[in-house]
């Protein structure tokens, strides 16, 4: 006859079970190990960056993984705002060359971003990222050179400094009696 403790400890035994043999295939998942670079290194707002992953077989990246070709690596590395006031970029990576998978995103506004690897950590036994996976990289993005702010501020000022100078070429005008006819 099977007893309250005995069921127990059976649910217990199987429990444990299944989580050893869960875990191996969630640490397979993992591999391959991979970095993450920008071009260009100093991004600006509006512009395309291109984001480059390479894989490797071993977390201090010293041997390719030898990829020679796949689809696609989604969901793998996003673009969030360091302050967390917008939503995540997704960053739909394509394979490119062996070992290499790429990706052009554009961030919409200068600041500071992040570039996050493994943005959905639910069911981590633990949010740290194991050694040989770039976890947060930080990005700070330029504002545009040539924006529409920057346009309209300039010409603002220089519209400011012509009606000054023309205010001041009167006001002189009117002290001198200077009249502008040669006569």
């Given at each position: 006859?099977w007893?309250?403790?005995?069921?127990?400890q059976?649910a217990?035994?199987?429990?444990?079970?299944?989580?050893?043999?869960?875990?191996?295939?969630?640490?397979?998942?993992?591999?391959p190990?991979?970095?993450?670079?920008?071009?260009?290194?100093?991004?600006?707002?509006?512009?395309?960056?291109?984001v480059?992953?390479?894989?490797?077989?071993?977390?201090?990246?010293?041997v390719?993984?030898?990829?020679?070709?796949?689809?696609?690596l989604?969901?793998?590395?996003?673009?969030?705002?360091?302050?967390?006031?917008?939503?995540?970029?997704a960053?739909?990576?394509?394979?490119?060359?062996?070992d290499?998978?790429?990706?052009?995103?554009?961030?919409?506004?200068?600041?500071?971003?992040?570039?996050?690897?493994?943005?959905?950590?639910?069911?981590w036994?633990?949010?740290e990222?194991?050694?040989?996976?770039?976890?947060?990289?930080?990005?700070?993005?330029?504002?545009?050179?040539?924006?529409?702010?920057?346009?309209?501020?300039?010409?603002g000022?220089?519209?400011?400094?012509?009606?000054?100078?023309?205010?001041?070429?009167?006001?002189?005008?009117?002290?001198?009696?200077?009249?502008?006819?040669?006569?």
């Amino acid at each position: 006859m099977w007893s309250l403790a005995r069921c127990t400890q059976s649910a217990i035994a199987v429990a444990a079970i299944l989580t050893v043999y869960m875990a191996a295939p969630v640490a397979a998942k993992m591999t391959p190990f991979f970095t993450i670079a920008i071009v260009p290194s100093q991004p600006v707002a509006g512009q395309p960056m291109v984001v480059i992953v390479r894989t490797w077989e071993d977390a201090g990246h010293t041997v390719a993984a030898r990829f020679t070709s796949a689809a696609a690596l989604d969901g793998l590395v996003v673009l969030r705002p360091a302050t967390g006031s917008s939503a995540d970029i997704a960053i739909p990576l394509r394979f490119e060359a062996p070992d290499e998978f790429r990706a052009t995103v554009i961030a919409p506004s200068a600041g500071e971003w992040n570039l996050v690897a493994f943005p959905d950590r639910t069911g981590w036994g633990s949010p740290e990222v194991p050694p040989g996976y770039p976890d947060t990289i930080a990005v700070t993005v330029a504002p545009e050179s040539g924006d529409a702010t920057t346009l309209w501020v300039v010409a603002g000022l220089a519209a400011a400094i012509l009606a000054a100078a023309t205010a001041l070429a009167i006001g002189r005008r009117r002290r001198t009696g200077w009249s502008g006819s040669a006569g």
